[in-house]
């Protein structure tokens, strides 16, 4: 069994998309049952970081910010 680099770009993207999964299922939570409005800025906030994640993995993909 091989161990992934947490920050390889793959393991980045990976996460990322994971994230976005899981703040699309919060905000389809949030927009069905009213009683859970709260689930819509957890779930924006899971969009954020996956977004966030994508953009770190794309940038180690092309060497951006290395020194």
């Given amino acids: 069994m091989s161990k992934t680099d947490p920050k390889s770009p ?3 993207q990976g996460s990322g998309v994971a994230f976005l999964g899981a703040g ?4 389809a939570i ?3 049952n009213h009683d859970l409005l709260a689930f819509l800025g957890v779930g924006a906030a899971f969009l954020a970081i996956g977004t966030s ?5 794309k940038k180690a993909k092309t060497g951006e910010g290395d020194t």
């Fill in 30 to 32: 949030g927009a069905t």
């Fill in 53 to 57: 994640f994508i953009a770190q993995g």
């Fill in 24 to 27: 699309a299922a919060f905000i």
């Fill in 10 to 12: 793959k393991a980045l």
